[in-house]
C-alpha cells in the first residue's frame, strides 16, 4: 500500500494529498518539485516537513498545524520505520532525509530533528520507560535514557539518543520537556540558569553525561562562552 493511501486517512480532503490538475512547484532555497512527480519510469517523489511538534505534513501545505497534520498511526508508523538519512543524490541539502516505499521516494525536511519524542510510556516488557515519537506510541519508541538526556545551553531544547539510521539524536517536544524540567539538577550557585548536571529519577540521582553535545558545532551564545548550536 502506498504512502498517500494510507496517508488519506488522516487528511481531511483528498487537495490535502494531492497537487492540483497539472501540478504546482514549489520552490525552497535551491530546490524546485512538484508533489507526485515522475523524474524515472513509475518512480514517484512526495515531499515532507516535520515541524518541532512532531507534526507531519505534507512540505507544502501552506496552513500547518494539528488540522492539517497527518495523524493516522499506521500511516506514521509506515513513514518513520523507513526514515533514513538521505544519500540518494536527490534534493540532499534541503531533503536531507528520505522514507522509501516501493517505487515511492518520500523526502524530509525538519525544523530541528526528524524525530521528536512525544510521550513518556510505561514498558510493559520491564521497568524501563519507553519514549515514543511522531504519533506512533510504542511502535514507534526507544528506551529512556534519563542520564543521556541534553539541555542545550542556548536554545535550551531538551535532546535524547534516537535511532542512528535517521541522526542519532532526537528532540524532546517541549510540553513533555516542561513535564520533565522539574528533574533536572543544577549546581547550587548557578540556581537554574546554567547547564543541569544530573537528572533526578524514581529516586536516583542521575549524572547526566551530556555526550550529545558533539552533535551540535559549538558556537559563542553571545556571552563569551562556548555553547551548541544546531
Same mark, same amino acid.
Given at each position: ?21 497539472? %501540478? ?9 518539485? $512538484? ?8 518512480? @514517484?517523489?512526495?515531499?515532507?516537513? $516535520? ?5 507531519? +505534513? ?58 521528536? +519524542?512525544? /510521550? ?14 511522531? %504519533? ?15 539541555? /542545550? ?6 535532546? /535524547? ?6 541522526? %542519532? ?29 544530573? +537528572?533526578?529519577?524514581? %529516586?536516583?540521582? /542521575? @549524572? ?7 552533535? +551540535? ?14
Amino acid at each position: 500500500m502506498s504512502f498517500l493511501r494510507l496517508a488519506a486517512r488522516s487528511c481531511r480532503t483528498l487537495t490535502d494529498l494531492r497537487c492540483p490538475p497539472g %501540478g504546482f512547484i514549489t520552490s525552497r532555497n535551491t530546490a524546485s518539485y $512538484i508533489q507526485g512527480q515522475s523524474p524515472e519510469p513509475r518512480i @514517484r517523489e512526495y515531499f515532507y516537513y $516535520i515541524d518541532h511538534q512532531g507534526q507531519l +505534513f505534507l512540505d507544502d501545505t501552506k496552513v500547518k498545524n494539528f488540522v492539517t497534520c497527518f495523524k493516522d498511526k499506521q500511516f506514521l508508523v509506515f513513514f518513520f520505520s523507513r526514515l533514513r538519512i538521505n544519500q540518494s543524490g536527490r534534493y540532499e541539502e534541503d531533503f536531507p532525509f528520505l522514507s522509501l516505499c516501493g517505487r515511492e521516494r518520500n523526502f524530509l525536511r525538519c525544523d530541528d530533528r526528524p524525530v521528536v +519524542f512525544t /510521550h513518556l510510556l510505561p514498558n510493559p516488557a520491564g521497568d524501563q520507560e519507553l519514549l515514543s515519537y511522531c %504519533g506512533g506510541a510504542e511502535k514507534l519508541s526507544v528506551p529512556f535514557q534519563p542520564e543521556a538526556l541534553y539541555m /542545550h545551553p542556548v536554545s535550551g531544547r531538551v535532546y /535524547h539518543p534516537g535511532l542512528e539510521r535517521s541522526g %542519532g539524536v532526537g528532540l524532546v517536544r517541549s510540553s513533555l520537556a516542561i513535564e520533565l524540567s522539574p528533574s533536572f539538577v543544577y549546581p547550587p550557585e548557578s540556581g537554574q540558569s546554567g547547564q543541569p548536571t544530573h +537528572f533526578l529519577w524514581k %529516586g536516583q540521582e /542521575h @549524572r547526566l553525561t551530556n555526550e550529545l553535545a558533539g552533535c +551540535f558545532p559549538a558556537v559563542e551564545d553571545g556571552s563569551g562562552q562556548q555553547g551548541n548550536l544546531r
